[in-house]
């Protein structure tokens, strides 16, 4: 099973309009695979449509089609997040002792159905909307669609792991801190979070009511497209709908965070992807560094400022009825917005109105900005371990958009070793969404992305990549240690030229130091793979002045790699001119 098996909503509905197959068939397939799935991650949902009754809208839809109607969204499945009213199904906003049962779908979700798409199931998310990570939930814990060890991202976890797991092609979820573009970014996929106001919220469960937005989860631009001419528009009945005027975009000055600006968590990964992203970005257009010390003040708002009150009056009664009910995280996070004054809540919207002045200021600057979607990502267990700090660290570059009322898309950028996905984040000022689509489509055909990963069906084995530079290569003294570990050999390759090679005095067998050093040269290295106990066994082993680090490669990218400490170099012939450790070996042999 993968992605790959699955069409898109384009393509269904082009082939079931083209008659070419029926909406009865597609969902058919659609079934097989959920069904399939079910044996990897249940728990990506929380409740599912009856067989028979989907068999019956797909029958009906096949009978518009057989009378000449031609349907937007003609026989295409589709998901939702289970905090939007669907008729037929409860909502829970992940928590049972909320749960209710809605008299009609929400606007937007209507209006996907009139167009001829069909709702299969309501999906998993962090309770209440409340974080970045797919951890929240009495429902289970979604995992990366990729490598089941790490978060799937949040808090529309499960309508991002339906997508990326082939199971629909399109999915709802919602965005209020970056709910829509991390889980994303995480699982190889285009969140798009609309301008507030472009899609209306009526029938959503509010997290905080002014800054929510319906958001959608497709594998390209075209389908992010096709739902957007659908849903978007101006609702009457919804206070917070708008009719937003189309703004143009034409992305030639790209703003983006200056480099001590930037966070990576120590994620060296994230930091060279991102920094190939710009590369392509800045072949089509000139990039503006930014001082984005106000766009972080405005992101502290959210959960350090006055909003926080908007999340404790989402919730306020079931705070007061049965507070057991909610998730401990999510209760540590929402109850202290019932302390809060009427005097903070309007300083706080003062200090956002100067914040925003300076925003429109930017846009007379740039014309997009091209962020990090986050600067890392963690395990599941990391984040169960240290559930709040962690998660505001994948909100370092989202949680400013909704406050300052922009418009995001987020974008695939690339995987780490682990299978997970990097991404970023294209974001402009409000009504910019069509422009920032295209924008985004551009970026995915010039940046030259590897095939998406295999999903993780079977769990994958954490494995640690390690470069070596003299006795453990191959036909080396100790090359023995690697191969009774079942290291798997990568490649050979070249550092970045920045290390000085030494050959150690009096070493048995003869062992080099490798020593970083801005006037070294590159040196030949080769590199394999270990599971994380093998490698953690070698590591047990490697005696000083030898230590094991992180070493850069030729390409920028890191793995982890024999170093020494300054005591290698005493007495120590200095042979980085012949740039690598064979080099050496054969001289001496002559």
Known sequence: MSQRESKGAAQISAAVNGGETTALAVLDETLARIEAYDAVQPQIWISRAPAERLRAQAKGIDARIAAGDSLALAGVPFAVKDNIDVDGFETTAGCPAFAYTPAHSAYVVAQLEAAGALCVGKTNLDQFATGLVGTRS?????????????????????????????????????????????????????GYKPSKGRLSTRGLVPACRTLDCISVFTHDTTD??????????????????????????????????????????????????????????????????????????????????PWVAERTAALLDLLERDPDAIDPTVRKVVEPGAEISAVAAFEGQYRLAALQREAEAMWERVDMLAFPTTGTIYRIAELLAEPVALNSNLGFYTNFVNLLDMAAVAVPAGQRDNGTGFGITLIGPAGSDSGLLEAAEDYCAAAGLPATPALDLEGKMETVKLAVVGAHLKDMPLHWQLTSRHATFVGSFQTAATYRLYAMADSIPPKPALVHSDDGGAIAVEVYELDVGAFGSFVSEVPAPLAIGTVTLEDGSTVKGFVAEPRATVGAEDITALAGWRAYIAREAV
Not at 162 to 190: E, K, Q, Y
Not at 235 to 249: I, K
Request: hydrophobic share 45%; glycine share 10%.
């Open 224 to 305: 992010a497209r096709l739902v957007d001419r659908v849903v978007a528009g101006f609702d009457p009945n919804d206070p917070y709908s708008r009719a937003l005027p189309e703004r143009l975009l034409e992305p030639h000055r790209i703003g983006v965070p200056m480099p001590g600006q930037c966070n990576w968590f120590g994620d060296a990964a994230s930091q060279r992807l991102y920094e190939k992203a710009l590369a392509v970005l800045a072949e089509r257009a000139t990039l503006i560094e930014l001082d984005i010390g106000y766009l972080q003040e405005a992101a502290a708002l959210l959960y350090n400022g």
């Open 138 to 190: 009495p429902f289970g814990i979604p995992a990366n669609a990729y490598n089941r060890a790490y978060v799937s991202g949040g808090s529309s976890s499960g309508s991002a792991i339906a997508v990326a797991a082939g199971l629909v092609p399109f999915a709802l979820g919602t965005d209020t801190a970056g709910s829509g573009r991390v889980p994303a970014a995480f699982n190889h996929l285009i």
